[in-house]
T-cell receptor
Framework: GDSVTQMEGPVTLSEEAFLTINCTYT??????LFWYVQYPGEGLQLLLK???ADDKGSNKGFEATYRKETTSFHLEKGSVQVSDSAVYFC??????????WGAGTKLIIKP | NAGVTQTPKFQVLKTGQSMTLQCAQD?????MSWYRQDPGMGLRLIHY???????DQGEVPNGYNVSRSTTEDFPLRLLSAAPSQTSVYFC??????????????FGNGTRLTVT
């Protein structure tokens, strides 16, 4: 079945560092791909998405490109801030009604 | 703008007790769902609904019941709580059931401990 694999955390960076959180997937069809973010004490919220190969999703300085050839959707940001500290989830949707989720990656940004 | 509201925020139950987790949304969303979040396991779908009067099972439905009598409300019932149900529970809704096109909106969660 479909699955999503994320790099294990926590990932600890200094402010203004470059961020990459890896996400790879397996799917039988042509899924849409998502990054959701969960700030402390809150529910998840959509950060960005891409619906087809080579699409780039972007929001709040974060970017991710849908790479079909490597089945990847890595999250990147050029200069992280303390306020980016959160748990990041990669997910895919290959059909209606359900998302398939990665395990989440906790990001800690130190001032 | 309330969005998705979950109550309670915290709950402690003894094994064998029953309870209902409440979820309400004010966005007129067609789709609603319940997830549980456990460390290192991401989110797992318990039950979902694509409209009033329609519910279906997700990945981990055993031990839970749901109903959808109105568009706004989607309560989750634990019939006889077990320690394995200790988790954080999230309710999420979406404008449409085609989740590849319609993002999920989450509540802030209910942290449940079963002793």
């Amino acid at each position: 079945g479909d699955s999503v694999t994320q790099m294990e955390g926590p990932v600890t960076l200094s402010e203004e560092a470059f961020l990459t959180i890896n996400c790879t997937y397996t799917a039988t069809g042509y899924p849409s791909l998502f990054w959701y973010v969960q700030y402390p004490g809150e529910g998840l919220q959509l950060l960005l998405k891409a619906t087809k190969a080579d699409d780039k999703g972007s929001n709040k300085g974060f970017e991710a490109t849908y790479r079909k050839e490597t089945t990847s959707f890595h999250l990147e940001k050029g200069s992280v801030q303390v306020s980016d500290s959160a748990v990041y989830f990669c997910a895919l949707s290959d059909s209606n009604y359900q998302l398939i989720w990665g395990a989440g990656t906790k990001l800690i940004i130190k001032p | 703008n309330a969005g998705v509201t979950q109550t309670p925020k915290f709950q402690v139950l003894k094994t064998g007790q029953s309870m209902t987790l409440q979820c309400a949304q004010d966005m007129n969303h067609e789709y609603m769902s319940w997830y549980r979040q456990d460390p290192g396991m991401g989110l797992r779908l318990i039950h979902y609904s694509v409209g009033a009067g329609i519910t279906d099972q997700g990945e981990v439905p055993n031990g839970y019941n749901v109903s959808r009598s109105t568009t706004e409300d989607f309560p989750l019932r634990l019939l006889s709580a077990a320690p394995s149900q200790t988790s954080v529970y999230f309710c999420a809704s979406s404008y449409g059931a085609a989740l590849r096109n319609s993002p999920l909106h989450f509540g802030n969660g209910t942290r449940l401990t079963v002793t």
